[in-house]
């Protein structure tokens, strides 16, 4: 699977747009990009993924650049529960069993 | 709702003791993980199970082992604990296959080893 970079932080203000990117420069024609998130003491919850076309559902946008080199993660109203690790993660389509692996993310802290 | 139940939130334990730790999920997921987090190091995954009584090792198996006599529960075992292994212990499940399905993960259980 190919490797993801992540920034390790970023901070935005409640109630405006949290734009999270992630690069994965060498991503193949069948991978698809997953975007997880962990708030403090709690497991990693799935967010939204995609293979090349925008996805939007009730959590968050992922707009996925059209070499497909790039994604960004868009919560449109962050708010203070929004205050947790993000994990930018690709994985091939169709890899059967093989799990999903895991960088360090993004710590996103929404301040009021 | 689905869900992925750890026996235990907290334990503390003493070195050279056997540990268990426990996961059930309810949603009859073919794949089971297990991962530790570790400050600075991120989720690491230790084993996961692709079926009943199957296991492959992940990135860091040494020190573990697995149990999984049924579906809906996977057993990690620390035969004998180590202080090196207090960490925070995550188990996480996911439908089977060539598919997308996102994993579900557990509460995560802190185990602590003196």
């Known amino acids: 699977d190919a490797k993801t970079t992540q920034p390790p932080s970023m901070d935005c203000a409640e109630g405006r747009a949290a734009n999270l990117p992630c690069n994965h420069s060498?991503?193949?024609?069948?991978?698809?990009v997953y975007w997880y998130r962990q708030i403090h003491s709690q497991g990693p919850q799935y967010i939204i993924h995609?293979?090349?076309n925008n996805e939007t559902n009730e959590m968050a946008s992922l707009i996925i650049t059209e070499d497909r080199k790039s994604s960004t993660l868009i919560l449109p109203h962050a708010t203070l529960r929004d205050t947790a690790v993000y994990y930018c993660i690709v994985r091939v389509a169709n890899s059967g069993n093989t799990p999903l692996v895991f960088g360090k993310g993004t710590r996103l802290s929404v301040i009021a | 709702d689905v869900k992925v139940t750890q026996s235990s939130r907290y334990l503390v334990k003493r070195t050279g003791e056997k540990v268990f730790l426990e996961c059930v999920q309810d949603m009859d997921h073919e794949n089971m993980f297990w991962y530790r987090q570790d400050p600075g190091l991120g989720l690491r995954l230790i084993y996961f199970?692709?079926?009943?009584?199957?296991?492959e090792k992940g990135d860091i198996p040494e020190g573990y082992s697995v149990s999984r006599e049924k579906k809906e529960r996977f057993s990690l075992i620390l035969e004998s604990a180590s202080t090196n292994q207090t960490s925070m212990y995550l188990c996480?499940?996911?439908?089977?296959?060539?598919?997308?399905?996102?994993?579900?993960f557990g509460e995560g259980s802190r185990l602590t080893v003196l």
């Open positions: 996480a499940s996911r439908i089977g296959g060539g598919n997308t399905g996102e994993l579900f």
């Open positions: 995609g293979l090349k």
């Open positions: 060498t991503i193949s024609g069948n991978e698809y």
């Open positions: 199970s692709y079926d009943v009584k199957m296991k």
